[in-house]
């Protein structure tokens, strides 16, 4: 072989080293690229499992709203619509009659 051939070679060897050099950099800022987009998807997933979480809670809050809700106007109508026992009636009958007994004497006793 002749010294041009091996320089020849020697020089192609060391541009494909510097090729393959330049490869390997490319590559390591790939897979960091990589990296960084796996861990921002897993903060995605991590916040949507959160939100979903905070949607089920507010769901079961808005449930045990609208049954307490329910609950209260069902009773607010079972006292609207509870009428006088007998005892009750009697009594205000009495009172009745006894405010209705004083305005007369008291007017009787004006004249």
């Known amino acids: 072989m002749t010294e041009q051939s091996e320089f020849d070679r020697g020089h192609t060897a060391g541009e494909i080293s510097a090729r393959l050099a330049g490869h ?3 590559f390591a800022q790939i ?8 861990d921002e998807m897993h903060q ?3 916040a949507v499992q959160q939100l ?5 809670a ?8 609208a049954a307490a809700l329910k609950t ?16 009750a009636r009697f009594l205000a009958a009495i009172a009745g009659a006894a405010a209705l007994a004083s305005v ?3 007017l009787i006793q004006l004249r």
């Open 58 to 65: 507010r769901e079961a809050t808005v449930v045990t709203t």
């Open 31 to 38: 897979n960091g690229s990589i990296a960084r987009l796996a």
């Open 104 to 106: 007369v004497i008291a």
């Open 52 to 56: 979903s979480i905070e949607a089920t």
């Open 44 to 46: 995605m997933v991590l």
């Open 72 to 87: 209260a106007d069902d009773a607010r109508r079972n006292a609207d619509k509870a009428s006088w026992s007998p005892l």
């Open 24 to 26: 390997d950099q490319h």
